[in-house]
């Protein structure tokens, strides 16, 4: 009876949300869902506005896979795979335009493999004018600035605007998100300045905490992350953009360091490296942690070139960081590059490949490398219909005899239907 109650709730929300934005679902400064967002970054800055009242955009994100993969090791442990569906994942999103140059996002996961039940992902308030204080209050300068506020998805480098966020996988040219994916929300703000002529700049901080709490730890019932960007991001001709940008994320001390490990969603690797022994569903399958605790220092660097339908995005992400009881700090380093060729109709098909690579020291002092090639191709069969299919190729090298990983590798074929809108 309560599962029936929650259902005609929610679809009684997604009515009324799709009444009030049934004549114009575009707001101001915003990121569509669909195509139109490939390739778009930070919040857009544009100083004119079509805001006249209040405005509820109700949207959402569907992703099915089929998968295709292969699996071993060295001691032969891991559980055994085959040919199948994934379980489909779904995102509910509320977009709201609450005042002139103040919005609301909210995105809700309905379905996710981690969870078999809906819960929110983040929401934040962007602000890109001051007039709820005044009409006209710091207009020059608010021309310039924008801020967000919230218990939100942190802007750490690039790649997370590239990521596939569990349904919402429409941005993503491949199927899987990188080997050492960098992802978390937290409760922060972020304040961005766009000079107006290609150059940009980020300052932010957070509470460093996935999971809000008011309980001690250590005497304290928290820390801070400091997060800063700055960029270049220029149109230089009608067929060429190029965009560099590098960003830092660091914590004097924080309970825990969820910056590889906040994605709940899960990874589109499903049971690829799971113990056969294991009585839990290792949702993460395919990514690495490097399990740094309660310090660390993160740098990401990302070139970007488009030139026509030719695409090239690198990442270039230096890291240390320790716990507690550790003395002296590790270090991994990932490197990724990917080139992707966009052509037809609006640029509706596309191929691409991508290598990425982590190298890391573990904090039982061994040295290991994760190496994963992918091969992807796409076509939108509408602006908010994209069919995925990826060839992966993942290797583990220099895990200590006896561990789950020494000798490990999956291999084999994906394919993706996204609907987002």
Sequence with gaps: MENNVKKVMLLGVLLIGFILSAQNRNLDNYRQPDQRGINVFEPQKDTLTTFESLKVRTGGSFALQFQALDNENASGTLKEIGSNFNLATANLDFDVALYDGVNMHLRTYLSSRHHNEPYVKGGYFQVDKLDFIQKGFLEDFMKHVTIKIGHMETNYGDAHFRRSDNAQAIYNPFIGNLIMD????????????????????????????????????????????????????????????????????????????????????????????QDVTATSDNFRSGRFNPAYGNKITAVMINPFVKY??????????????????????????????????????????????????????????????????????????????????????????????????????????????????
Excluded: C, H
């Design 308 to 421: 026509g339908g030719l695409e090239v995005f690198g990442t270039i992400e230096l890291t240390s960081g320790r716990s507690l009881a550790e003395t002296d700090r590790r270090n991994t380093e990932q490197f990724a590059g990917e080139a992707i060729y966009r052509f037809g109709s609006n640029e509706n098909i596309y191929i691409g490949g991508r290598y990425n690579t982590v190298s890391s020291e573990l904090a039982s002092g061994d040295d290991v490398t994760i190496d994963r090639f992918q091969l992807g191709a796409g076509w939108f069969m509408t602006k908010n219909v994209l069919l995925k299919a990826e060839y992966v190729n993942q290797e583990y090298s220099d895990y200590p005899t006896g561990d789950l990983l020494e000798g490990a590798s999956f291999d084999g074929l994906m394919l993706e239907a996204v609907i987002s809108f």
């Design 182 to 273: 960098s992802f978390t929300t937290e409760v922060g703000a972020e304040v961005y300045y766009n000079t107006g002529n290609g150059f940009f700049g980020m300052l932010g901080f957070t509470n460093g905490k996935l999971n809000q709490s008011v309980e001690e730890s250590d005497g304290t019932t928290g820390g801070a992350v400091f997060l800063a960007k700055l960029g270049y991001d220029k149109q230089i001709e009608e067929d060429l953009r190029v965009r560099l940008t590098g960003s830092v994320y660091n914590t004097g001390y924080s309970q825990n360091v969820y910056l590889y490990a906040a994605d709940r969603a899960g990874s589109r690797y499903y049971d690829v490296l």
